[in-house]
């Protein structure tokens, strides 16, 4: 059995893509939340408001920080995807904490971001370009298996 975290970009389907292809495999997958809104609100809604936009952000931060620290400790793998739109900072903090723990890491990205992230793919032990890529290894890592 693995425990794989999914972080990263949270505008695509990317995240179902992984679950629909692994779901014969014994995996247990967790996730930041996904929710926009909802991880941008968690802190002012459970810890009371702020007038300040940094303060705001700042305990959502917070509080999603337990989350995905507990979600990344736990993972035996860790896949982070870089999409096509937003800077994507939390996506390489998570990739380097992951990597800081030792945790096998998986990035996923398209070939345009090859050399902005370069240092993350190094820490790396796979660059994939799809949700299927990350499907194969991780059927790979359990069974065996090749795709074919």
Known sequence: MLNVYLSGEIHTDWRDQIRDGAKELDITFAAPV????AS?????TILGSEDDKYWHDH????????????GIA??????????DKYKQWNAAFDAGYASA????????????HDHA?????????AVTRS??????????VLDGSLPG
Not at 40 to 44: E, I, L
Not at 131 to 140: A, D, G, S
Request: glycine fraction near 8%; charged fraction near 25%.
């Open 101 to 112: 723990l030792g945790k096998s890491l998986i990035i996923l990205q398209p070939p345009e």
């Open 131 to 140: 949700p299927e890529q990350v499907v194969q290894i991780l059927r790979y």
């Open 40 to 44: 941008d609100d968690c802190g002012v």
């Open 34 to 37: 996904t929710d926009h809104g």
């Open 59 to 70: 305990k959502g931060a917070m509080v999603n920080a337990i989350r995905t620290r507990k």
């Open 74 to 83: 736990d993972a035996d793998v860790v896949v982070v995807r870089f999409g």
């Open 117 to 125: 992230l370069k240092e993350v793919d190094a820490a790396a032990l």
